[in-house]
């Protein structure tokens, strides 16, 4: 996985290097990969795994990372560590999440069957708003967009610094 991620960022690279466009997508394609994130967020939020599991590739290379603003960094390797994870996280915590996402800024690229999606995230819990910074990495299987790679880093109001 992180060698996909690796040459994903290289090809990205290497277009702007040269001048030439970066990948893109028609905008049904770029929303339909967009659904797939927005899908497997509401998925989770309602405890719903089966469904939420559905997004991700069944795989050893599956990427899944998580850093909270309470200095917290889950992160597992792999299918099988990822639901274990994930069905420990809902078993602790197993009300649904009232809580209203937003995906600001989605920015989509498509490289053949490998799309990556970066964004910011805003989760309103009721007066309380946690941002994030959000990457996503999806492969195209049997027609359909799986999630392969997903990288949340919760960040405080206003300590996003950007680089243009």
Excluded at 38 to 67: G, H
Excluded at 90 to 118: C, M
Aim: aromatic share 10%; net charge positive; glycine share 8%.
């Amino acid at each position: 996985m992180k060698k996909l991620i690796f040459l994903g960022c290289a090809a990205l690279l290497f277009n702007i290097a040269n001048g030439q466009n970066q990948p893109s997508a028609s905008k049904n394609e770029q929303t339909a990969i967009r659904q797939v994130i927005m899908d497997s967020k509401a998925a989770f939020d309602k405890r719903e795994l089966n469904t939420f599991y559905n997004y991700f590739i069944k795989s050893p290379a599956l990427y899944y990372q998580v850093y909270e603003t309470s200095g917290q960094l889950i992160l597992a390797h792999g299918w099988d560590a990822m639901t274990h994870m994930v069905s420990g996280y809902v078993k602790a915590h197993p009300e649904p999440s009232k809580a209203k996402y937003a995906q600001l800024d989605p920015r989509v690229q498509v490289n053949g069957s490998t799309a990556w999606v970066s964004a910011n995230g805003e989760m309103d819990m009721g007066g309380e708003k946690t941002n994030s910074r959000e990457f996503f990495v999806l492969e195209k299987q049997g027609g359909q967009w799986k999630i392969s790679a997903i990288i949340v880093q919760d960040y405080a109001k206003g300590k996003l610094i950007t680089v243009k």
